[in-house]
């Protein structure tokens, strides 16, 4: 049998027919592949799909908007109501004062928007040493070269040639990272335009921060003029138990990019949460045009989707299930005796798997009891269902997950 014509991401290009899982349909926790099995989604399909599957009223909405205006760019002097109400409701919901949303169709996207406007707002205001960008270890900013260049996870980086430069990552983790930190900053402070950060490493093994660690990082960009990202793609609209991260940590950022929750995948759509360091600069000159966009940005089927995503987390009051979540799923993490360990906070939680079991070899496990959950590294297994997840897919995903360690280790 052929390969398939569709090259898949993040798979081998040499794998057979074979290697691949057709997902055909999905309601609420539940995807049902293309031979009638059901098996609950403990991923929300990649991170995003927080309100659940199947949802007749993001459906209608999109529907509905592609009958009235199919599409048409915002680029320059035009916009549409949906991009409109969308960025308000995002504005209104972030701890950023003052801010105005940028739109974009991923948190790749996303995330070199961000880079590109610390950078902008070091140009405009007469700094051009002003450019190195700060990631850490085990961070994920995505796939197109801004967030390629500036994250922590090597694997990704391999094969792609040269990065964009004047980035620095942090190797160190835990308290190490933040004595990195302000060492780096104390010899090159001048030099920051941004530290980009995930509140909670999601990709890289879902890893919390440690006390103290994000409140530090904006004690040291106040001090040295550099700005303060917040990688929201993940933690953004609801996975912690509030809009961001932000919120939870009692920390506010210069920037959030954010994109998956926001419209639990139901269009592609993303954004920055733009505040006011950045937006003072750019709205003092009324001569600045702000050379960046995409064919997509503002799209409005693709936002009409956002807005009604937004309401179903407000009107089911879904952040209300985080702390539910977390006690039966980190809970039970915590009482599995097969794991070596476990990490997480809010809807998202790894299992650290015990030394020499391999985690694809788990995932495929799982699956043949009934369970997605994703593979991380060389001992994680990571875990972030939709917030509609009911207390027995929670228990059938702790009971597949102990199962199929049993089952490898054997």
Known sequence: MSRSPHLHSFAPPAAEPGY????????GSTVWDSEGRAYVDAMASLWYCTVGHGRPEIIDAVADQLRRLDAFHTLDIFTNPPAEEFAALVSDRMPVPGNRVLLTSSGSE??????KLARVRSSLRGEPERQLVVGRRH?????????????????????FGPLLDRTHRIESEGADDLAEVEALFASRGAEVAAVITEPVQGAGGVRPPVPGYLERLRELCDEHGALLIFDEVITGFGRL????AGEVFGVEPDLVTFAKGCSSGYQPLGGVVVGRAVLDVMEDDPSFVLRHGFTYSGHPAACAAGIANVEVLEREAL?????????????GLADDGVLAGHRGM??????LLPEGVAPTAVRAE??????????????????????VITDDEID???AALADSVAAVSA
């Open 110 to 115: 996303s995330v070199d928007s961000a880079l």
């Open 241 to 244: 138990g509030a809009w961001s």
């Open 396 to 398: 059938r995903c702790l």
């Open 346 to 351: 809010g809807g998202m939680w790894a299992a």
């Open 366 to 387: 799982m699956l043949t009891r009934g369970v997605i959950a994703r593979p991380i590294g060389a001992d994680v297994i990571a875990f972030c269902p939709p917030l």
């Open 319 to 331: 952040f209300d299930e985080v702390p539910r979540i977390a006690r039966r799923l980190g809970g």
């Open 20 to 27: 691949f899982l057709t997902i055909e349909r999905a309601e």
């Open 139 to 159: 961070a994920y900013h995505g796939v197109t070269y801004g967030g390629l260049s500036v994250q922590g996870l090597p694997a990704n980086q391999e094969h």
